[in-house]
């Protein structure tokens, strides 16, 4: 940040994404493709980036191979503007373990912290899809003088007890940090809505080093940035909520404001797919004013031949539909549909080729995955059921490389 505090961006990255199996079998959850080109992890780098906030630390841990991939080829800083991104993956340096929990990881890689001497370090989750202005989060947390700031989302306090909650008084201070409540606290003048934690901080590194020694020091903690640290911060009374919904992107739309989801599970993360392809799109990835960054493969153009088409939907490079069609999906590069096959609200990864006459329906397909002609998929739930992954919502996913049956 030009002319402001040091900061020094810290990325959470090492999650096992299990609720996202099969798409997490080869691949930690941050690095799940999403939208096409992307990976989920470019949303959060591109909100730090766009912020410039530009020397960030990605704390990986699980098969994190792709992961460290992506980040090494896709996001190279100018090292002459002393700027990086790099990921960062279990050292050990406290011993032959791997990390207990998410103030763990921070702990365990303080030389970071030392190393950079910044005056604000940034904590983020690595596995959301959203657009925000870290800087005006920032700009309350100093404003404030608190030791931390943590982003808060408003959902209606009935639906709040699946989440990390945050009970705040009128001016933003925390004051208690609730895990999963059965009864929400209600909002200051608005008591149907709470907070509930989006897993973004922004801490004073004093305070932040402090409450981590303490935190290590305590056999009885679960190591967790909102499990501990919260709870431990709020009691002290050194912890303020951020409002995230009066948080200003450019060029975002009243449609898409304040949009973000925890694509945790296989239905949210197709429900945030479908949020793509409608007309008006709910979360609008055409926002050249805060872009989601990555890096595109070098491909051709998409080509559509033999009456091949495609509506309501996003369709990458280098795909090529030969006679079939698509409606409502998103379809990522190299994708290939032969004559007659027909894709209806589905998510096809890279590679996957859907052989002629096949149907697709309410569909993830991952990468390589092969569509053999005449299959069908989503169009009998009972025996896709018995063949391959169904989600509680009555998607059907094949894993990576997989070959459907005929």
Same mark, same amino acid.
């Given at each position: ?247 200003? *992107? ?26 793509? *392809?409608? *007309? ?125 049956? *005929?």
């Amino acid at each position: 940040m030009r002319g402001g505090p040091r900061v020094l961006g810290i990325v959470l990255a090492g999650g096992e994404g299990k609720r996202l199996a099969p798409l997490t079998q080869d691949r930690a959850k941050p690095a799940v493709p999403f939208g096409g080109n992307y990976r989920l992890i470019d949303f959060v780098l591109s909100n730090l980036v766009n912020a410039d906030i530009r020397r960030i630390a990605v704390l990986t841990q699980y098969k994190s191979h792709s992961l460290d991939r992506h980040i090494t080829t896709v996001w190279r800083m100018s090292t002459l503007l002393g700027s990086y991104i790099t990921p960062v993956p279990a050292q050990q340096r406290l011993g032959p373990r791997w990390y207990t929990g998410s103030a763990d990881a921070i702990y365990q890689s303080l030389n970071l912290i030392y190393d950079d001497r910044p005056d604000i370090v940034v904590v983020f989750g690595a596995d959301h899809v959203y657009r925000m202005d870290p800087a005006q989060m920032i700009e309350q947390h100093l404003a404030t003088g608190a030791g931390v700031t943590v982003a808060g989302l408003r959902v209606p306090r009935k639906e709040a007890t699946a989440f990390g909650v945050i009970d705040a008084d009128e001016n933003g201070k925390v004051v208690q940090f609730l895990e999963k409540p059965a009864d929400p606290p209600g909002l200051p003048g608005s008591p149907e809505e709470t907070f509930a934690s989006m897993g973004n901080y922004v801490f004073s590194t004093d305070a932040l080093l402090e409450a981590l020694r303490l935190d290590a020091a305590d056999e009885s903690s679960v190591h967790d940035m909102g499990g501990s640290i919260m709870p431990m911060m709020a009691e002290a009374g050194d912890a303020y909520v951020y409002d995230f919904s009066s948080n200003a *992107v450019p060029g975002e739309t009243e449609r898409d404001h304040g949009y973000w989801r925890d694509v945790g599970t296989l239905d949210a993360y197709y429900d945030s797919h479908m949020d793509l *392809v409608s *007309v008006s799109p709910v979360f609008n990835l055409y926002n050249d004013r805060w872009p989601i960054y990555t890096l595109p493969p070098m491909l051709p153009p998409a080509k559509f031949v033999l009456g091949g088409r495609a509506e309501e939907s996003m369709v990458s490079a280098g795909v090529i539909i030969d006679g079939g069609s698509v409606h409502g999906s998103v379809v990522s590069p190299n994708v290939r549909l032969e004559r007659g096959s027909r894709v209806e609200g589905s998510v096809l990864m890279d590679g996957v080729h859907i052989g002629e006459g096949a149907i697709v329906r309410r569909a993830i397909l991952d990468k390589n995955v092969v569509v053999p002609p005449g299959a069908r998929i989503g169009v009998d739930l009972d025996d896709d059921r018995e063949r391959y992954h169904v989600s509680a919502g009555g998607v059907t996913v094949l894993g990576k490389g997989a070959r459907a049956i *005929v």
